[in-house]
Structures are given as C-alpha cells and as structure tokens.
C-alpha cells in the first residue's frame, strides 16, 4: 500500500451553528480583490486568522477549519471544487509561508489591507 506523503493545506470556512458549511471563509473587499487564505500545517498562523476570522462573522455561525493533503496547490483547487466550495468569480490564493500571505497579513493588521471607498 502505497501512502501519500503530500503537505497538508487548511481552509476556513463558514458554519452555521448545526455545523452545515456555507462557504468558504474570504477577505472581500481587499484592494487585490477576494482573496483566500489558505493555511499550511504547522506554519502558526492559523489560529490567530481564525479568531480574527469568527469575530468578523454574524451571530449564527461560526469557524471551521478543512484539512487536505494534497502534493500541490491544484490538488487543492480541486478538491475544493470537488466539494463545491470554490467561491464563485475571482479570487486570489495567500497561501502560508509565502511573501504575499506575509504582505496579506501585515496590510490587515496595519489596516492597510482594504479597497478604499470612491470619492464622490
């Protein structure tokens, strides 16, 4: 028997409190566009995200993470899509460990991550 010894990617996403995924959890409204995080095991971030993550969200639901062991990030792509929780249109991947989640995570906490609202 053969073992896949792939890395293991987490997403968050959206619950209601029965536990039914909504969706998966974004940041909307960026100055990239939609972007998702995506999380790498033992990287120690997440949790964090996560408590940052279940603040933003309305009373009735809650924050869950998925777990996939995947060789690479099209894997991913499509178990996600598999499960049917890609989110619909365009959206931009940070995945842990790389310069652009970094980039991501330092806007958000400087506030320097959201699109600003036109001038009228």
């Known amino acids: 028997m053969e073992v896949n010894s792939g890395d293991i990617y987490i997403v968050l996403n959206v619950s209601d409190l029965a536990g039914n995924v909504m969706a998966l959890y974004t940041l909307n409204g960026t100055h990239y566009g939609r972007i998702l995080p995506i999380f790498r095991s033992g990287q120690g ?5 996560r408590e940052y993550a279940a603040a933003s969200l309305k009373p009735g639901y809650k924050i869950e993470t998925t777990a996939m062991l995947a060789n690479n990030l099209d894997q ?17 991947v940070a995945v842990e460990g790389t310069a652009f989640f970094d980039e991501v995570i330092a806007q958000l906490i400087t506030d320097t991550l959201w699109q600003d609202e036109p001038s009228e």
């Open 76 to 92: 991913v792509h499509d178990t996600l899509e598999q499960q049917n929780l890609l989110p619909a249109g365009e959206s931009r």
């Open 45 to 49: 971030e997440l949790e964090q995200f």
